[in-house]
Nanobody
Framework: QVQLVESGGGLVQAGGSLRLSCAAS????????LGWFRQAPGKERSFVGTIRWSSGRTYYAESVKGRFTISRDNAKNTVYLQMNGLKPEDTAVYYC???????????????WGQGTQVTVSS
């Protein structure tokens, strides 16, 4: 049973930084990709970025490219989302999700965490 637990959300001023963590358990993730998604109030969930566990290769949405960085710690089975230069429009609930399939097909992410709130004040 795959379990994903996010942490690290909070309130930050515009221009600030936060690091979110996603602790993964329940199986070996070497063949998985772990992605970050977010959902702002009144909006649909959107893709933020993803990392292939085995290679560490990453891919980001244009809206966060250059500001957000995804990394993983194999020993801790944890994926991180480092968010710098935060903007009020980054305010959302952030979710991590896992897929063993096509890492760029967002419909394949079948395992989800509970989410963590990020609020950026102006």
């Amino acid at each position: 049973q795959v379990q994903l637990v996010e942490s690290g959300g909070g309130l930050v001023q515009a221009g600030g930084s936060l690091r979110l963590s996603c602790a993964a358990s329940g199986r070996a993730f070497s063949s998985y990709s772990l992605g970050w998604f977010r959902q702002a109030p009144g909006k649909e969930r959107s893709f933020v970025g993803t990392i292939r566990w085995s290679s560490g290769r990453t891919y980001y949405a244009e809206s966060v490219k250059g500001r957000f960085t995804i990394s993983r710690d194999n020993a801790k089975n944890t994926v991180y989302l480092q968010m710098n230069g935060l903007k009020p429009e980054d305010t959302a609930v952030y979710y991590c999700a896992a897929t063993p399939l096509d890492w760029l097909d967002y419909e394949t992410y079948s395992h989800w965490g509970q989410g963590t709130q990020v609020t950026v004040s102006s």
